[in-house]
């Protein structure tokens, strides 16, 4: 987040960076949204401007394959890729199968630069992930080749229907799911890769004749246009702008080995919707980005710190998924892109070549491997499953953390932080963490306290922990260089500092001023890092205390694009140009291991939340959508923002209620702790020049509409906990477009102003001001689908309603056919609600079934990973509510009770209910007024198996 300048600045600055820094910051204070001037646009960075360009009708740059065999294990299809005009450089092509129908195609130098190779991606896909053997359908000739993606099991009919087709002149790769053609790779012949170069001989060898022709076509139609007013001298013909030397604003990058970009094209066949590569303030359908009559920006993947980021664009933001997910209705398919460099994305609306409107995607990233997945699903639920095989499943979160988190930037002192705690008490409002922001700090050196403010921060937890709540202060991968801070003179003398391009210590601003930044992506300077968490290291810190990963991007003020430059050297000399994506999943994933360690004897779960991210980032830990604003565009915008996240696996995500910027009026304000209340991740923050805006300072009617918001949240914890637990077995999000869960409801495709938690509640929030009704699309007319208000029970078809939204009302329903557990007895905090009995929320289907599940385990350790915990079954079906098992019984015991069964949409009112064990009988009540059924105190159990039967 921006924030203001510090208020002591460090002695050791000269004076002139001093001004920079205050004039800097003090100036972003003051602006209200973001500064275009201080980040690229694709005509801003050369490989963009290079290869946006079509090479459709460029024959003779095509490329195409040679030597092509399977190897010795059977597992790989090797080859070379040759450009028509370049033979000279081959390149190295790789493709595989992995289990569960995925295809991988990997390409680099066949005989790269003998001190520097291509940048695979680490650490990020699972070391479980494995192939399978290929079997030809169609062997090599001089046209084409096919095999199957499936197994050697697989079916005659299946290896013919599912499989990959390769054109080796020019090199086109289809893959093709249940006989049908659903991702071209390179069908618009878009293909390029810039071999890496010895920076010497630029001085005697021209840059390639194609990239220095295109360079040039680009100058002069810059120059006819005047759209750049900057523009250098023309370059002379060794001298080609930007393959080398590139500057940005006053930034230089060195580019030591010239251009290196890669791109390809995919076209999703047949399909016009296409979702992911978060994180964008877009609709949840990606929009066209190029094409006749469009020309705008790509999107772009760069995590960046963003000041107040404006709506429907394409910039870069915080986090970068290069995930994208192509549906139609008859297949759901993805594209899994693995490069952590800077990368653009256009996408244009074509025709394939089976003359159906398809969506292209152009793929351009600065540097690295080509590396990429085809993943073949052929349904929502499959292709959640395969990512997820990949990259892992969201990390299962201690209870607490899916509760109410109250934030600021800053609860200035012990004595603020107990008024927040006890207000909430007051005004009956639970919640479960209170946070704290870099004021709490010694001059925001991490891991101390400011004395004065904070002068017994180990009482001040326990006080919040003896109510069963929990604090979270922030920690920074910034490091001040101040010689007396035991964190920066550890780090100098092991050397564990990223270095400029001279190979000196990289230096930086941020809050503490000077910084430096720790080099994430070596193991042992994470290991490192984890071990400040310890409670002798980090000084007065308690088991009740989590941390928040913020400005990890990283965030360097007088950095080119307010980030670090590319042409630093991390770990193994690798350039940040090449990691740029992946350094705050490192520092995200030493942060919370460091958690995990200091807690090893409880064996306790981490929480850590960070802002910036990359695929598999959700095995760590939540995220949330940065430093929005308290605008009603950011509230109706954070729905598809994250619904995006959520199909990329970023399934613990939030966005602050409230907006981080400015001052919501009250209806705001209560209408986005409504939408909040129903999104993964739940905390209310505000910048330090907003006004307060805990819960209760707006008065009736605004506190009971924020109360009964934070209450509904509450009520549904075991809902959302168990949510998550499904998505640690099959990756499905937590938060879900309407098409997941109605595939072939093709009106649903562009809905993004509603969705579903799991596959039970739909939520329609309301983000209009003075909005007294909406219209609520309810799924499922072909499936006759009933649904039911979850405030009053009435029971509505499938249809498009128009509702009544006053401002006490958000709009949910829970799907016929479903079984809901919640607990609603509300208490000052999610833990003390642990021994609390269940209410099961039952909706019938119009054909009198429904079916839901229940995970419980401790809520907060990893004993669930031995199988310590209970995940069991409600059945209603032919007039029998059975509750059983899903997986084998562990010796997880739970001394919880069902205290209340709500049945919705039974047809016949029963004359008796009896429990199997025992014949025992069971009072209930009709409610006629609700539609509902009640059995009160039927004494159940959640441990055991038990039946009810309805006569």
């Known amino acids: 987040m921006i924030k203001k300048q510090e208020r002591k600045s460090s002695s050791l600055m000269p004076t002139f960076c001093v001004i920079f820094f205050v004039f800097l910051v003090t100036m972003t204070s003051l602006v209200e949204s973001v500064d275009h001037s201080k980040f690229k646009t694709c005509g801003d960075s050369n490989f963009c401007k290079r290869n946006r360009i079509n090479h459709e009708n460029n024959k003779e740059g095509f490329y195409r394959l040679t030597s092509i065999q399977l190897s010795d294990d059977k597992h790989s299809i090797l080859g070379d890729i040759v450009q028509n005009n370049n033979e000279a450089q081959p390149l190295s092509l790789k493709i595989q199968v992995y289990k569960d129908r995925m295809v991988r195609v990997t390409v680099v130098e066949k005989n790269p ?160 919707t296409i979702y992911g590569i978060p994180e964008h303030s877009t609709s949840l359908a990606l929009k066209t980005t190029k094409g006749e009559g469009i020309n705008e920006q790509p999107y772009r993947l760069y995590n960046l710190d963003v000041f107040e980021y404006e709506i429907d664009k394409t910039m870069a933001l915080y986090g970068a998924v290069p995930l994208i997910i192509s549906h139609d209705t008859s297949k759901t398919v993805a594209l899994f892109w693995l490069n952590a ?80 705690d006890e207000k909430f008490d007051e005004n009956n409002i639970p919640y479960d963490v209170i946070w704290l922001d870099i004021e709490h700090t010694d001059g925001k050196r991490y891991f101390t306290w400011d004395k004065n403010n904070f002068p017994t921060p180990a009482d001040m937890q326990n006080i919040i922990g003896a109510k069963q709540r929990k604090m979270v202060t922030i920690v920074d991968p910034h490091i001040k260089r101040d010689n007396n801070y035991y964190i920066h003179s550890e780090a100098t003398s092991k050397g564990y500092y990223v270095k400029n391009k001279d190979n000196n210590d990289y230096e930086g601003w941020c809050w503490p001023g000077s910084s430096s930044y720790l080099d994430f992506t070596s193991k042992e300077v994470r290991s490192w890092w984890s071990s400040n968490f310890a409670y002798d290291r980090y000084k007065d810190s308690t088991p009740n205390l989590y941390i928040w990963n913020d400005m990890n991007e990283p965030s360097v003020f007088n950095g080119p694009e307010v980030s670090m430059h590319k042409d630093a050297k991390h770990h193994g000399d690798v350039e940040h140009r090449d990691i740029h994506n992946l350094y705050g999943f490192y520092y995200h994933m030493a942060t919370a291991d460091g958690l995990v360690q200091r807690n090893k004897e409880q064996n306790d779960r981490s929480f850590v939340l960070s802002r910036a991210f990359f695929a598999g980032s959700q095995r760590i830990g939540a995220i949330w959508t940065g430093d929005n604003a308290a605008q009603w565009s950011h509230l109706e ?153 979850v405030d009053t029970g009435k029971q509505y078809p499938a249809s498009t309603i128009e509702v009544e939204t006053p401002l006490e009302k958000i709009p949910v329903y829970q799907r016929g056919g479903s079984v809901i557990p919640k607990k609603e007895r509300i208490r000052r905090s999610s833990s003390q609600m642990k021994h609390d009995p269940y209410t099961i929320q039952i909706a019938l289907s119009t054909d009198q079934s429904a079916y839901g599940e229940l995970f419980v385990d401790d809520e907060h350790s990893f004993a669930y990973q031995k199988g310590d915990f209970i995940y069991k079954s409600f059945t209603f079906k032919d007039n029998v509510l059975t509750y059983k098992d899903v997986n084998k019984s562990s010796s997880f015991k739970s001394n919880n009770k069902i205290e209340k069964i709500v049945i919705y949409g039974l047809k016949s009112v029963p004359k008796t209910i009896v429990a199997a064990s025992g014949d025992r009988k069971l009072e209930f009540e009709y409610d006629k007024e609700h539609s509902r059924l009640i059995i009160r105190k039927p004494e159940l159990s959640i441990d055991n198996n038990w039946t009810l039967s309805f006569k």
């Open 637 to 789: 915008i954070s729905n598809p923002m994250l619904l995006s996240l959520n199909l990329a696996g970023i399934t613990f995500s939030g966005a602050d209620v409230g907006g981080f910027f400015g001052n919501p009026e009250p209806e705001l304000l209560a209408r986005w702790y409504q939408a909040g209340a129903f999104q993964p991740f739940f905390r209310g923050h505000a910048h330090i020049d907003s006004r307060r805006r805990e819960p209760w300072l707006f008065g009736e009617p605004y506190t009971s509409v924020i109360r009964e918001a934070i209450v509904k949240r509450y009520s549904y914890l075991p809902l959302w906990y168990t949510t998550f637990y499904q998505n640690t077995l099959t990756g499905a999000p937590v938060m879900r477009p309407l098409w997941v869960e109605f595939p072939k409801e093709e009106a649903l495709f562009k809905i993004d102003d509603q969705f579903m938690v799991g596959d039970s509640l739909l939520v329609k929030p309301v983000t209009k001001q003075g909005q007294t009704t909406t219209s609520v699309i309810l799924p499922g007319k072909d499936t006759k689908q009933v649904w039911y208000d």
């Open 113 to 272: 630069l003998a001190n520097k190779k291509r940048y695979h991606v680490q650490d990020v896909l699972l070391p479980t992930i494995s192939t399978l053997p290929l079997e030809w359908v169609e062997k090599p000739n001089d046209k084409q080749f096919s095999f199957t993606y499936e197994s050697s099991q697989a079916d005659s009919q299946t290896k013919k229907n599912n499989r990959v087709q390769v054109q080796i002149n020019p090199f086109v790769l289809d893959l093709y799911v249940n006989g049908e053609l659903s991702i071209s790779t390179n069908d618009k012949g878009l293909f390029t890769f810039e071999h890496m170069r010895e920076k010497i001989a630029q001085i005697d060898k021209p840059a390639p004749e194609e990239i220095k022709q295109q360079e040039q076509v680009d100058l002069n139609k810059e120059e006819g246009e005047q759209q750049d007013q900057q523009q250098e001298e023309k370059p002379t013909t060794n001298e080609v702008a930007g393959l080398w030397e590139e500057n940005f604003s006053g930034h230089q990058d060195s580019k030591p080995h010239g251009p290196m970009a890669i791109g390809l094209d995919f076209t999703f066949a047949g399909s016009q």
């Open 341 to 420: 460099a800077e990368t653009f994305v256009d996408i244009e609306d074509v025709v394939d070549k089976q003359n159906r409107k398809s969506k292209n995607t152009h793929w351009i990233s600065e540097t690295g491997a080509m590396d990429f997945f085809l993943l073949a699903g052929p349904t929502p639920t499959d292709i959640f499953k395969q990512y997820a095989t990949l990259t892992g499943t969201t990390a299962l979160p201690q209870l607490f953390s899916l509760g109410y988190h109250q934030c600021r930037w800053n609860y200035k002192s012990e004595d603020d932080v107990k008024d927040v």
